[in-house]
T-cell receptor, first 113, second 115 residues
């Protein structure tokens, strides 16, 4: 079974802190994604990576950066956390190709106070 | 611009009835894929069904079918004989070749099945 693991289920951080959300997949997938999920807004794509060290901005990249130094790991970085970044963050991975389903992690509920 | 639009924030259906969840999309790419995912209250994302833009027939998976109308750019999910366990959030998503195959989602529809 494909496994996508996010490092934390719940996280509470202070405004201005640098926050790292880690995601690891164990199926050698080329593609990895970071989304945030907010009520009424669905899943919004923050960043996407299609290969090691390759990244593409999604629809809402402002305030975020990413790192993919190894194929299995995709990190989301909040350079200076703000209260409007309080959200559920979902990581996903997939093989390359239009028809390949994405597999999701369990999500990280981040609260910025 | 919103690529995927789900216009039904919530739907309420009686058990055993069929239900249709709407999804419209926007793309100029001739080659794309459409997905539906289910998210129960536990939070996990469950893949349900896939439709490719060049597929001649509508996709089906058990009680799930996809009503694909390419000219209208719609990809509605049909659930037949609904069950209480179908209560969940449902998301429509799309991948395009020109978008480096990134996967984008709609706003979701919360489906509630009443006994």
């Amino acid at each position: 079974d494909v496994k996508v693991t996010q490092s934390s289920r719940y996280l509470v951080k202070r405004t201005g802190e640098k926050v790292f959300l880690e995601c690891v997949q164990d199926m050698d997938h080329e593609n990895m994604f970071w989304y945030r999920q907010d009520p009424g807004l669905g899943l919004r794509l923050i960043y996407f990576s299609y290969d090691v060290k390759m990244k593409e901005k999604g629809d809402i990249p402002e305030g975020y950066s990413v790192s993919r130094e190894k194929k299995e790991r995709f990190s989301l970085i909040l350079e200076s956390a703000s209260t409007n970044q309080t959200s559920m963050y979902l990581c996903a991975s997939s093989l390359g190709g239009l028809d390949t389903e994405a597999f999701f992690g369990q999500g990280t509920r981040l609260t910025v106070v | 611009a919103q690529k995927i639009t789900q216009t039904q924030p919530g739907m309420f259906v009686q058990e055993k009835e069929a239900v249709t969840l709407d999804c419209t999309y926007d793309t100029s790419d001739p080659s794309y894929g459409l997905f539906w995912y289910k998210q129960p209250s536990s939070g996990e994302m469950i893949f349900l069904i896939y439709q490719g833009s060049y597929d001649q027939q509508n996709a089906t998976e058990g009680r799930y079918s996809l009503n694909f109308q390419k000219a209208r750019k719609s990809a509605n999910l049909v659930i037949s004989a609904s069950q209480l366990g179908d209560s969940a959030m449902y998301f429509c998503a799309m991948r395009e070749v020109q978008g480096a195959q990134k996967l984008v989602f709609g706003q979701g529809t919360r489906l509630t099945i009443n006994p």
